[in-house]
């Protein structure tokens, strides 16, 4: 049975609404979905540089302008940020370099995300990608099952580019309920061949709208087979949106996770989630 230790780490100032992050170098990399810039802390000076993802990078960007980066993945040089797809206007993938932190790629993956609800039988209005992982080979892209058919669905992805060759299969997950509403899907990252993933409790039928906050799991499934190996309830009530893996050793597993409040705050918390065997 998995043990887990959730503990508060430190609070990054300047960064609002944290959606996703990668530790990397003994930094941060980060983005909030009401923001267009990549955030990078330095951990040991608690030093915070913003780096714009756009044209005129804004923070706090009203809820229907805002093109709500929702997932970040790192592959050798490169982090890939998707928006989640919710709106018609949240359909960007950026390819950033690593070091520089400049754009190498700003793609519309909107035939992309049309083709995944269809072969997922997902409605628009259930759309709402919030994780992403990339292995070299594969593309994972999680939807979250917040919206009112509650569509927990992995896509995995393969093939030359999103445009004009690829090949989508789907698993669909029945996740569990925190106080009687059911969680979803809000980030995950990959070690070795298992997924690790979080989901969020947010009494809601709505991918839009924010609701009352109940609590968070995390979970594991089998990149071979596909099948959730467990789930188990991470204490407190907290809308845990990222998750990044900080060190594995031979009994546990320490990962980053972010907090997302939904407030115009400029303040994130990290914490540490260790699994234990």
Known sequence: ????????????????????????????LAIGD??????????????????????????????????????I???????????????????????????SKKVLAANDVSDLYLALQSFGEIKPEDFNL????????NWFLFNRGNGKNHK??????TGKNFTTDFR???????????????????????????????????????????????????GRIDINTMQLDFTKKIEGNYKLEGITLFQKTKDSIVFLVCEDKDTDVLESSIYKLIVKN
Do not use: C
């Open 1 to 28: 049975m998995e043990k887990l230790q959730l503990s508060f780490l430190f609070k990054i100032i300047g960064l609002g609404s944290a959606s996703g992050l990668i530790y990397h170098n003994n930094t941060i």
């Open 34 to 71: 009401n923001s267009t810039y990549l955030y990078e802390y330095h951990i040991d000076s608690a030093k915070l540089d913003r780096h714009p993802l756009t044209d005129n990078a804004q923070e706090n960007i009203p809820k229907k302008q805002k093109q709500d980066l929702e997932a």
């Open 73 to 99: 993945t790192k592959y050798q040089d490169s982090l890939y940020i998707f928006g989640s797809g919710s709106t018609e206007n949240r359909t960007k993938m950026l390819q950033v370099d690593t070091t």
């Open 130 to 137: 919030e994780g992403a992982i990339y292995n070299g080979e």
């Open 152 to 157: 927990n669905v992995v896509f995995t992805i």
């Open 168 to 218: 989508i299969l789907s698993n669909a997950y029945k996740l569990p309920k925190i106080k009687g509403v059911r969680t979803s899907f809000t980030d995950a990252v990959l070690v070795e061949d298992k997924i690790y993933f979080i989901a969020t409790a947010e009494n809601t039928e709505s991918t839009y709208d924010d609701g009352e906050i109940l609590g968070s799991i995390i």
